[in-house]
């Protein structure tokens, strides 16, 4: 995302577009400035998975709360997936710094770590999407899996 003011030139530029509000050039820059800092979207500003849901699935205050517990139980579980990646691999790293060439056996111990989180996280995927499709209506489950498979949604 490339913004067309740098820190101190949109203090100048603001100010500039109010000082004179028939400027072309101002206004045309002012807009671009808002656009890129509040994005397009009407109300819900940027996309987050759970506003995105709840605008494109029409869903109901139940629906959402419901729908938030799930997004957050997987969003934990991604982030530990993350962290055990990161983990494993410097574990791996120190393998090879200690100056001993290690045996493939070694890095599969570091790695194990890796791979149960990766299942882990298949897991709460399948656990999401069964929760997902037990609260949504038959017309909201079709939008859902249209999102899904397009890619317009990734979980």
């Not at 000082?19 to 808002?34: D, G, K, L, T, V």
């Not at 957050?72 to 710094?97: P, T, V």
């Amino acid at each position: 995302m490339t913004y067309c003011f740098s820190r101190g030139s949109f203090r100048r530029y603001a100010a500039f577009a109010y000082a004179n509000p028939s400027s072309s050039s101002a206004q045309q820059r002012w807009q671009h400035y808002e656009h890129r800092r509040h994005g397009s979207g009407g109300g819900f500003g940027v996309r987050r998975p759970l506003r995105f849901l709840a605008h494109r699935l029409e869903l109901d205050e139940n629906q959402v709360r419901r729908l938030a517990v799930v997004l957050d139980r997987l969003k934990s579980e991604r982030e530990q997936a993350r962290l055990d990646d990161e983990r494993a691999m410097s574990r791996a790293a120190e393998l090879l710094i200690d100056g001993q060439l290690p045996e493939r056996s070694a890095f599969e111990d570091s790695l194990a770590a890796r791979r149960d989180s990766l299942q882990r996280l298949d897991e709460a995927t399948t656990d999401a999407l069964v929760h997902i499709a037990e609260l949504l209506d038959p017309d909201q489950r079709r939008e859902f899996a249209y999102l899904l498979s397009t890619r317009a949604l990734a979980l």
